[in-house]
């Protein structure tokens, strides 16, 4: 890990680091004056630069608050609750707002909860000799090098420390020692207990957050960030479900964490030329994310002329629907199961190498089939195997008990 940038430096420059990326305009930070910016020598002289230019964004700040905080957290999923915590344990007051009724309620807990980190005690304590550099490349490997390799640097440096702090605020980490994940070539995959979802992971950050009294509005959703006529985001309205509104102001920052696209097939259209070829042509669109994550960040900060870091998403299709109206309701079979199915087009075709994550999650691939047709296929040994048991069996039982017809069987290949 560089010295330069510590997990905790990371975060010590939160707001800012989370508002550099989403506020473009005039460079102006979250929370921080265009005084604390001429630090970096160009917003002072920008500024006077612009100072006849209208904004281009509606400046409007509430005459009066209702309420006022030093730090305001926006989402409460795994990057809210940490840096709500981060923030706390640093001396800042923390006000989270959160539109799920509960901090469990979020991606991570649907997500299949792996989580990697090179160098940490875990890996000390097994004997797992890690090298930063072979981590990078397995990441940029892992998404077909479509990232960043500066933001996948930072991630990776960051990684073991990460995995050491998530254990001591109470997550109960444990290495998945197996190895059977497709994506790292050495053993740096931890879960939490019991392993298959990331639910540990925010039971360990909700007990933290309980621990530390940091306040959480649940069931209430940001509708608006304000944006100063100094470029500066000094605050949110927010709006529980119930219907009251509040108008909060945070001196220190604004970190917004309310998570990607979700389920919103609309923003997908609008921000992901991918996915809008994708749910033009393709039979079903799979969700994968609870409902209340609505691509709100991003509208937010169009509204307030903000800037959003593109992010190409590289997460393949292969979604096995096992229930109607469920979110999570689909399952990337083969990132997990890569040795005894194949995946085949309309054709009854191979078109992938299966054992292959990267190329399993080059979109381009599954995108130039018939249709965007495909399906995996296996047999009565594969699905009774240990693997089978634990990546194929739980989807067969949740669509059968939905009455689902996206899982087939027959006797023959060709009745198939
Ligand atoms: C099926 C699946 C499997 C995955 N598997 C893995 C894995 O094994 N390993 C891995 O590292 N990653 C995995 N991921 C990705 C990972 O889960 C996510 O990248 C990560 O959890 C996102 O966290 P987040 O805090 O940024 O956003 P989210 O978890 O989306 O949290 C956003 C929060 O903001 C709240 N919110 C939304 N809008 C508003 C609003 N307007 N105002 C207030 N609150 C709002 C939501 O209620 C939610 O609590 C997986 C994802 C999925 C869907």
């Known amino acids: 890990m560089s010295e330069e940038l510590s997990r905790r430096s990371f975060i010590r420059g939160g707001a800012a680091a989370v508002a550099a990326t989403a506020v473009g305009a005039a460079g102006v930070l979250s929370g921080c004056s265009s005084q604390d910016l001429s630090a970096t020598g160009t917003a002072e002289s920008q500024a006077n630069e612009n100072s006849k230019v209208p904004p281009a964004w509606d400046a409007t700040v509430p005459e009066a608050w209702d309420r006022e905080v030093e730090m305001l957290v926006l989402g409460c999923g795994i990057a809210g609750a940490c840096g709500a915590v981060e923030g706390y344990d640093l001396g800042l007051d923390v006000l989270v707002v959160d539109a799920a009724p509960t901090i469990t309620e979020c991606c991570c807990t649907q997500s299949g909860g792996a989580l990697c980190g ?122 529980a479900k119930s219907g009251e509104t509040l108008d909060i102001r945070a001196t220190k920052g604004v970190l917004l964490a309310v998570g990607g696209l979700g389920n919103n097939v609309d923003m997908w259209n609008k921000h992901c030329l991918t996915m809008k070829e994708l749910s033009s042509e393709a039979k079903r669109i799979v969700g994968a994310a609870p409902a209340d994550v609505q691509g709100d960040g991003y509208r937010m900060l169009e509204e307030i002329n903000g800037y959003c870091y593109p992010s190409p998403p590289n997460y393949g299709p292969g979604g096995v629907a096992v229930s109607n109206d469920g979110p999570a309701s689909g399952i990337l079979l083969p990132f997990n199961w890569k040795d005894s199915l194949i995946e085949v087009n309309k054709d009854g075709k191979r078109f992938n190498d299966e054992s292959s994550f990267h190329v399993f999650y080059d979109l381009k691939t599954p995108l130039k089939q018939p249709e965007m047709w495909h399906v995996c296929i296996f047999d009565e040994t594969a699905r009774l195997g240990q693997n089978g048991q634990t990546n194929a069996q739980p989807i067969i039982d949740e669509a059968t008990a939905n009455g689902m017809d996206s899982v087939k069987t027959a006797d023959t290949i060709e009745e198939l």
């Open 118 to 239: 090179c160098g940490t005690r875990i890996q000390e304590d097994f004997d797992v000799i890690d090298d930063v550099e072979v981590m990078i490349q397995d990441v940029r490997n892992d998404g077909g090098d479509l990232g960043d390799p500066e933001v996948i640097r930072a991630f990776c440096e960051l990684s073991g420390e990460t995995v050491d702090w998530l254990e001591d605020l109470g997550c109960d980490v444990i290495q998945n020692v197996s190895l059977n994940e497709p994506s790292h070539t050495i053993a740096r995959t931890y879960n939490t207990n019991p392993p298959g979802n990331g639910l540990g992971w925010m039971e360990g950050l909700q007990g933290a957050i309980e621990e530390r009294g940091i306040e959480v509005l649940s069931d209430t959703r940001a509708q608006k960030l304000y944006r100063d006529a100094d470029g500066v985001v000094v605050g949110a309205h927010v709006e």
